[in-house]
């Protein structure tokens, strides 16, 4: 569960504002936000309260402002006439009717996928499918994870299994989705993570994982069955992003990919033939066998006068 945000301040000249239905000065859920008035330097109160004990903390938040009081420098204001609005020369557009965006529709049985990781330092972390549980942006220790797969087709079976740094090479029973697997409050970060789809749907769909180790890039793994670790099969996990896709839409990419390098068949392709020595060109003048004998007689030197 996310964590609560209350924003306050001691000041009297501030004032902050909220949604109207917001009663407590608390920031709810993710992009939440609130506007402050101030007409003077002011300090903010910000805390953060888990949503249950031990929970995450985990909060971002961004200040951005939105006015600063005046024109911007060197950009002059546009002119208006005395008393009266400007008006347009040529009439204004009419307004565009929008356009109804193609939504991406989850594939029937993993729009509730939810992944629990827990967090070192954090505690549990809850996060919708495709998203990061720590990972680049703040990387940190993992130590157990569930895969909440609430409408899970009944022909399919999700398991997973999680290795441990300590001791070496220790492997945990394959889990089944909705049961936690890992350790917590134990210092026992995870080295390697195995994902598993079976049973006779199974082909239907495919994990999509990114993964992150300590000191190495991010690794990505697709398929029914997914095996992710580091260089050396010792790095600790710092980050975890899976979803469950369908396994068509991979293949169909796939296809059309290979179409354009089809390979010809073998009447139509093209073999320049390799043109065969003839039998008296292939060897020298020099070894042809001859019944004639040649002789070479030199010159003879001139006589010089005594």
Known sequence: MQPTVRVSTKDATTE???HPDVTDATLHAPGAAAVIHASAPTTLIIEVVPAVENG???ASLKLDPLSIGREAQGQPAAPRAAGKTARRSTPAPAAA??????SVASPPGTGALKILGHVAGIGDVVVEADRWVAGPAAPSRIEGIKI???DRPADVTCRYAVKF???RGATSAMTDAGEYA???KRALALVGVVLELSGPGAARYKFQTEALFLGSPVMKASGQRVVLGGPTGGEPLVGLRLAIQPAKAGAAAGAAKAAPESPRSPA???VAPTPAPGPAEAAPAAARPSGRVRVFRSRPKP???P
């Open 165 to 167: 740094a300590k001791p």
């Open 268 to 270: 139509s392709a093209k």
């Open 148 to 150: 909440d797969w609430p």
């Open 16 to 18: 902050i504002i909220f």
């Open 303 to 305: 006589e010089t006068a």
């Open 56 to 58: 995450s903390e985990a």
């Open 97 to 102: 009717e929008p356009v109804a965006q193609e």
């Open 182 to 184: 890992g350790s917590r």
